[in-house]
């Protein structure tokens, strides 16, 4: 039971404090900044968060610091923002009123044409000038994966990056870190315990004053919608226009951030999102770094969580494949009643998971791997970055010193109307000996498992083929041959 109550939530818009009741459960950030406080240099392109054009930045306290992301504020839902700081690009100026290092080099490197991503740019730029004082061309890139430029093209604005790294962030020349005390004073008044009810005409928004608090809500509300980052719901509203109300949101609650490692494995709250959860999961699971950045925008990884992941249901979400393919536990809790179950269990059919009304995922269980097994992840786009997967596979396996299949786990996202392991391709391969015809057997039983749709993004037959040659590419590298295309140093200034 939460200790006290209010009917608001309050944050800080750059450099005031906001406190807003009454507000509709679909209002995006977006749509407050640019009709009611009139910021409208934050822009609207896709209203589905692929473009950048609506980056802003979000500080938040956590583990008692402060630190600032970038999110895309058009389907970012403004009441996810209690005890929050806003950063819009008017306000990434010098405190002196001349142009930031970031705004300044992207001037001199002409790095902008039309203007119009030119804001969502600079506010992501910003993020990393703030978070890395020397960054490579590589970390740029990430950093802009989010952030669509048509005109200009990415060499000006990667050596507008470059250059403002040649410039420290001071308490001179930035107004964040000139700020950072008063700031993290104020979100740490803001976060006082309480839950928030916010009641409008067209639905109601519970933002919960913990963990508890949150069961206790949603056991008395199973019709409401939970949202952690929004990088789903935020489409229900700007492309679906559904309606979403009763809201939760449980994207601020510490208990559901935890990340812990041990021997056994990783366990992660399922309120981690991508980015907080990719130190843990690279360095216990290296194999998973590069679909973790090919997963989304930088924006979209900062918002999106893995719990959300998977307790959306998707058949073409990300995690699931691989977490299935390690054997990952999901844990599930209805008030104060808890029940775990293996993730491959947890999802039923499509638009149906194993959750009961009024229960969430609270946690994610990964274990650790054996030594000597093999795994690997690989995820097929139209786009290599910030796009949806036409497929995802991930192949788990163990041999004995004969070289004889021990066991097998394979799973794959894209393939059928939830995420599903390939149990008559595993049977194919258990008990025979790692080799080209045992593989060559197993790709046959692919066809048996799995019956693909068409769709807009992939052929029934494609989806099938990239499956049946993923196990090969698979069996490849687990033998060391070359199996990814890698472009040439000699064309690498082309």
Known sequence: MAQSHRTSIRFRLNDETVELSGIAPDLTLLDWLRLDRRLTATKEGCAEGDCGACTVLVGRIDNGLLSYETVNACIRLTASLDATHVVTVEYLNRPDGALSAVQQ?????HGSQCGFCTPGIVASLHALWLAEPNPSEADIERQLQGNLCRCTGYEPIVKAALAAASTLPSADNDRLVAEYDATTQALL?????ARATIEHDSGTTFVPADLDDLAEIYAAHPEA???AGSTDVGLWVTKHMRDISPVIHIGHLEE????KIDEAGITLGAGVSYTSARGALVSVFPQMAELWDRIGGEQVRNMGTVGGNIANGSPI?????????LGATVTLRKGETRRSMPLADFFIEYGKQDRQPGEF?????????AEDVFFAVYKISKRRDEDISALCGAFHLDTDADGVVTSARIAFGGMAGTPKRAARTEAALIGQPWSWDTVQAARAALNEDYQPLS?????AEYRMLAAQNLLIR??????????????HPALAEV
């Open 105 to 109: 080099a992207m001037v001199d490197n």
């Open 189 to 193: 008044e803001f976060a006082d315990g």
């Open 225 to 227: 919608t939970i949202v």
């Open 256 to 259: 559901l951030k935890q990340i």
């Open 317 to 325: 979400g990300d995690t699931p494949p691989p977490l299935i393919a």
């Open 361 to 369: 995922v609270e946690s994610i269980f990964v274990p650790a791997l």
């Open 455 to 459: 769709d807009w993004r992939a052929s």
């Open 474 to 487: 698979f069996f490849l590298e687990t033998c060391g041959a070359p199996a990814r295309i890698e472009r």
